[in-house]
């Protein structure tokens, strides 16, 4: 039996075993919503939406107390289009279109601290709910709700509130999934809109190239970014601490999730890795920081209490806070698999998920680094345009 063909199956019983516990309690509750009429979760329209959130900073490692910044205004340059990932608790098969507080904490985790680069937009879609995710590797198509969503929603930004302005796609896991379909099909066949395209960080979502190449998977003429200031690319990594033996990220054997949309995996085909300190120009240890405040309770509250470091989220009494421990990080190929693996520069660790290794911080762990890459593309994008 080849690697692929041993992934392939071990991922297809993994889903099994998901879907024979999923199925027992699922019900579909969502409800359609009118085509054109998104509901946000955080729009520049909105005040005191979760990506309005201040940036003032304790850093646990320096003890330095870093005051907040001023916010994009309104008439910034730059926007940025946040798609969430996989966060709902609802008992469903797709989350109601409303704005949880499971969903509102992670905006305030993985996009409010752009806010200061760009103006955010993100919808509120359908996603596919942590209860039902194993009907989803299973071979459920249960997306299509949620793609919708979030096509009407960037169809209703253009239209409304771009104006010409420069974009950057944030996104994660479930999220990026989407976005990668969202660039392929309304983005890069679109020259104008390419044109508007400053960058994208689609993170830990296992975005494609052909081997060898920055181009050549998911997207023919948008490459992964490769040198410092560069725009119009794309960052893209899933965070590990140790060479897992099988994971759900990483490599390109797997489809379970691909496949259906035509976008590409298997032979021939690497999951990207750029690395944010060549893309930064800072390759020092980097902490994670994450809000103070804590996150709704729920699956993710708990699975991040015990992937924290040590042991615990940071807290302080600002509105962020950033760990005493620091790691260092570079991309690494090994078994088939590309992970940006990192490495504590002191005892600390944080506790990895089986077949997820260090998902849920692929966002949080060197966070200012990746709003550095941001305004770097930002500047390069306006001094052309």
């Known amino acids: 039996m080849t690697r692929s063909t041993w992934r392939a199956a071990l991922g297809t019983a993994v889903a099994t075993i998901a879907l024979s516990v999923g199925t027992v309690v699922l019900t579909s509750t969502a409800h359609a919503q009118p085509a054109g009429n998104t509901t946000w979760l955080c729009h520049p329209a909105m005040t005191g939406d979760p990506c309005d959130l201040p940036s003032d900073t304790t850093d646990l490692g320096t003890g330095v107390v870093t005051p907040a ?21 609802q008992v469903a098969l797709n989350q109601d ?7 509102q904490s992670i905006a305030r985790y ?33 997306t299509v709700p949620g793609y919708q969503d ?9 239209a409304n509130d771009n104006h010409g302005r420069g974009v950057i796609i944030v996104s994660h896991s479930q999220g990026t999934l989407m976005a990668r379909r969202l660039i392929r099909e309304h983005i890069e066949p679109d020259p104008g809109l390419r044109s508007r395209l400053v960058g994208a960080f689609l993170m830990g979502g296992n975005v494609t190239t052909a081997v060898g190449s920055t181009t050549g998977g998911d997207f023919r003429s948008i490459p992964v970014c490769t040198r410092q200031g560069e725009y119009g690319c794309v960052v893209a990594y899933s965070l590990a601490q140790n060479e897992p033996l099988f994971s759900l990220f990483g490599t390109a054997d797997l489809g379970l999730l691909s496949a259906r949309w035509g976008l590409p995996f298997g032979p021939g085909y690497q999951v990207a890795c ?15 920081t994450v809000p103070s405040e804590p996150y709704a309770f729920g699956i993710i509250s708990i699975l991040l209490g015990y992937t924290s470091l040590p042991g615990a989220v940071p807290r302080s009494d600002s509105t962020w806070t950033s760990s005493a421990s620091r790691a260092t990080g570079r991309c690494t190929q090994n078994n ?26 692929d966002i949080n762990y060197g966070y200012d680094r990746l709003v550095s890459i941001a305004g770097q593309q930002s500047r390069s994008w306006l001094a052309e345009h």
Not at 69 to 83: H, M, N, T
Not at 97 to 103: K, L, R
Not at 115 to 140: D, K, M, N
Request: glycine share 6%; with cysteine; charged share 15%.
């Open 69 to 89: 910044a001023p916010q994009a205004s309104d008439d910034a340059p730059v926007d940025c289009f946040y798609l969430y990932p996989t966060v709902s608790n």
């Open 97 to 103: 279109p409303v704005a949880q507080p499971e969903v």
């Open 110 to 142: 993985q996009a409010a601290r752009f806010s200061g680069t760009c103006r955010v937009f993100a919808p509120v879609y359908r996603q596919v709910t942590l209860p039902a995710i194993g009907l989803e590797l299973a071979g459920a198509d249960l």
């Open 150 to 158: 979030i096509e009407n929603a960037w169809n209703e930004y253009l």
């Open 274 to 288: 750029t690395d944010p300190a060549v893309l930064s120009g800072d390759g020092s240890p980097q902490p994670v």
């Open 336 to 361: 088939g698999y590309n992970f940006y693996t990192i490495q504590f520069t002191g005892p600390d660790h944080l506790n990895e998920i089986p077949l997820f290794e260090s998902h849920l911080l």
